[in-house]
């Protein structure tokens, strides 16, 4: 590996690390209780918890970095919810050792700041919350943006098997990286050896495997099923939730993935992609928007120039582009 971005890539390797241990704890409890965001999305223990770790250690690391991330604490400062942060304080100095009260609010905060430096990370401390809440498939996501380009790319995806298609449940827990121009890499939690991993070979839809959110409410699913019909695809859509999506199709167990807008003005959040998307790429895959232009993660903390966003093996994106513009118009 080269001498650029080693540091960094190093630094959030230990932050996903410690926040996904985060994770394991509150998921292990899988406490009934939970807050609820503006918009009504569930926010666990974990989430504040997550975003707090990874956030002390970019700090602590690249302390005049921005980071730009899904949480802040405006809701854990609430006397009502004074028990709440009890239990992210008890999560976090379990991982990060001695901690006040406010240290915990402050690392949180750290991650509110929306305009966009020409250098910033972005975290999404738990992407898939409600396949957290279901025990399934949820990802910690963290990436470093500079002059518009991801340079550095983590995806901690506890649940998801460390090899391909392995039920061993001791092979349980991936971490998936990449630097650009490094390839992309999976690495077991605990494991010192990186894998290479490379996107699927298959050039032909009726020989393609889509996967798609478990949640109709986050993509089209409809859309996604004509689109499928109209490239011949015989398998069933592979259904799972968060930016483990992008880990499946940069290690060739699925061959595209479309986040189709079920809503005609939603935007995308850059947290929800900018950590796959490098990895997949990285893996020798491609990543656009319904018009086949790159993500621009230049804007804060929206793709606001983007409409939907289309993940495949490279080899199929032209002929998902196309079936997509039959389909959608």
């Not at 470093?144 to 995806?155: H, K, M, P, S």
């Not at 939907?308 to 959608?328: P, Q």
């Amino acid at each position: 590996m080269s001498a650029n971005y080693q540091q960094e890539l190093a630094t959030a390797l230990d932050a996903v690390r410690g926040a996904t241990l985060a994770c394991r704890s509150v998921q292990a409890k899988i406490a009934s209780e939970k807050l609820d965001k503006k918009d009504k999305s569930p926010v666990t223990v974990a989430d504040f918890s997550s975003q707090a770790i990874v956030c002390r250690v970019l700090s602590l690391a690249f302390s005049h970095d921005q980071i730009i991330a899904e949480e802040d604490a405006a809701e854990l400062r609430q006397p009502a919810n004074a028990a709440f942060l009890d239990q992210v304080h008890r999560e976090v100095t379990a991982v990060a050792g001695t901690a006040t009260m406010e240290d915990v609010l402050g690392w949180i905060d750290r991650g509110k700041i929306r305009p966009a430096s020409k250098r910033f990370w972005t975290l999404d401390p738990i992407d898939g919350t409600k396949g957290f809440l279901r025990k399934e498939q949820y990802a910690v996501s963290l990436a470093l943006i500079v002059d518009g380009d991801i340079q550095v790319a983590v995806l901690g995806c506890p649940n998801l098997p460390n090899l391909p298609e392995v039920n061993d449940p001791s092979s349980i827990g991936g971490l998936f990286y990449a630097v650009r121009g490094e390839g992309a890499f999976s690495l077991g939690e605990d494991a010192d050896t990186s894998t290479p991993i490379y996107v699927s070979r298959t050039a032909h839809g009726q020989h393609a495997r889509m996967c798609e959110s478990v949640e109709s409410g986050h993509s089209d699913h409809s859309g996604a099923s004509a689109i499928a019909e109209e490239l011949g695809i015989a398998q069933d859509s592979r259904r799972l939730d968060s930016q483990a999506k992008y880990a499946v199709v940069a290690r060739g167990e699925a061959d595209m993935y479309l986040r189709l807008p079920t809503q005609a003005d939603y935007v995308e959040k850059i947290w929800d992609h900018a950590g796959g998307v490098l990895i997949v790429e990285e893996a020798g895959g491609k990543v656009t928007d319904l018009a086949g232009k790159p993500l621009n993660f230049s804007l804060g903390h929206e793709l606001k120039s983007n409409r939907g966003v289309i993940v495949t093996n490279n080899l199929l994106h032209e002929a998902v582009l196309t079936a997509c513009r039959n389909v959608l118009g």
